[in-house]
């Protein structure tokens, strides 16, 4: 029986493929080690994320070469420059990496990694800020594009908020965005008009708050954002070097804060976060460091410092608090978020 080359080719290629195939389903992923607990003081080290290897574990040596010869090859995408951090009730991690422009989403607990993407015909250009709603649809703030893109829990694009036209939208420059879920309205920092913006979330305008300025709930380049447990704000008033802390409606309560490198001075604030006991944790971006408040705007106590290293800070950004007490810095120059969990010394306890 004769055989052309292209045939005998063609059916070793099929032979190779379907041995690879069960191969395939025999190689396994070594399991993502658990890292032992780091004490820095006040709070512990628990980890950092990078890529999808810190959630679905690194493939073996022969797992990879099978992914190879097949090009299955497992993603690797690591975060460029992460800056929002949200965690859902399932314990999802999700980032917004702004020079990635793209939402990342580790799902430890399921193994899970995936993306988010905008559509194809309005891709993201500057993602910023992450937040999720009472039924646990994703927002997400792009800078670039001036407007808040929605999907839903899985994944899925919903719809844009804030456009008026094909080039025109509601906001000059969204970036921080924090949710009310027991009202419903989505908080937006609209950075160059100096005010907040608050909507419902099909996009109604509900209230613009605030105005240039450095007097109360006067905004000199706000940034980032946070709604308390009673539904009172507080704002990160960037280039007034303090936090403000305002009700619903945008009037005044107090501030704290003032420009400088000392303990409860500020050079450039950005994420903020606030925990069950009130504490207002404020991450500060010039000096590789988490300040903490108590709700009176007195400084408790701070964590971080500049470096690579576990617990250290390259320019960190935004911050998240897991329902389980674990704490989420987007340490952004380093490309990855890390993990942290007060210790029960901590001013204020657990």
């Not at 997400?140 to 456009?163: E, M, N, Q, Y």
């Not at 913006?197 to 613009?208: E, P």
């Not at 690579?308 to 950004?317: D, I, K, N, Q, T």
């Amino acid at each position: 029986m004769n055989f052309r080359p292209g045939k005998i080719t063609s059916l070793a290629m099929a032979g190779l493929i379907a041995a690879a195939l069960v191969l395939h389903a025999y190689s396994r992923t070594l399991p993502v080690p658990t890292p032992v607990p780091v004490s820095l003081g006040t709070v512990e080290y628990l980890g950092e994320l990078r890529s999808p290897v810190d959630v679905k574990g690194k493939p073996s040596g022969f797992k990879r070469f099978i992914d190879k010869a097949l090009g299955m090859e497992d993603d690797r995408r690591r975060m460029v420059l992460p800056h929002g951090v949200a965690i859902d009730s399932r314990g999802r991690v999700l980032v917004a990496d702004t020079k990635g422009q793209v939402v990342h989403i580790f799902d430890k607990a399921g193994k899970q990694y995936k993306q988010l993407h905008a559509p194809a015909s309005n891709p993201f250009l500057s993602p910023i800020a992450v937040a999720l709603d009472n039924e646990e649809r994703i927002y997400v703030t792009d800078s670039g594009r001036s407007l808040i893109f929605v999907f839903r829990a899985d994944g899925k694009f919903l719809k844009t908020l804030g456009a008026l036209g094909r080039n025109e939208s509601i906001f000059k420059r969204c970036t921080g965005l924090a949710i009310d879920r027991g009202k419903g309205l989505l908080y937006v920092v609209d950075t160059l008009a100096m005010r907040v913006v608050a909507l419902t979330t099909d996009g109604k305008v509900v209230a613009r708050m605030g105005k240039p300025g450095d007097g109360p709930a006067e905004f000199n380049y706000p940034t980032h954002i946070t709604v308390a447990a009673d539904g009172s704000l507080w704002v990160v008033d960037s280039l007034n070097f303090r936090v403000q802390h305002l009700d619903s409606s945008g009037n005044f309560l107090s501030a704290f804060g003032g420009v400088g490198d000392r303990p409860g001075e500020f050079d450039k604030p950005k994420g903020i976060a606030i925990d069950r006991q009130g504490r207002v944790m404020v991450v500060e971006g010039r000096f590789d460091r988490v300040q903490t408040y108590d709700a009176q705007g007195q400084m408790m106590f701070s964590f971080g410092s500049s470096g690579s290293g576990a617990g250290e800070f390259f320019l960190p950004a935004g911050i998240a608090l897991g329902d389980d007490g674990r704490i989420y810095v987007a340490d952004s120059q380093n490309g990855r978020i890390e993990i942290f969990r007060l210790n029960a010394s901590a001013p204020g306890g657990r």
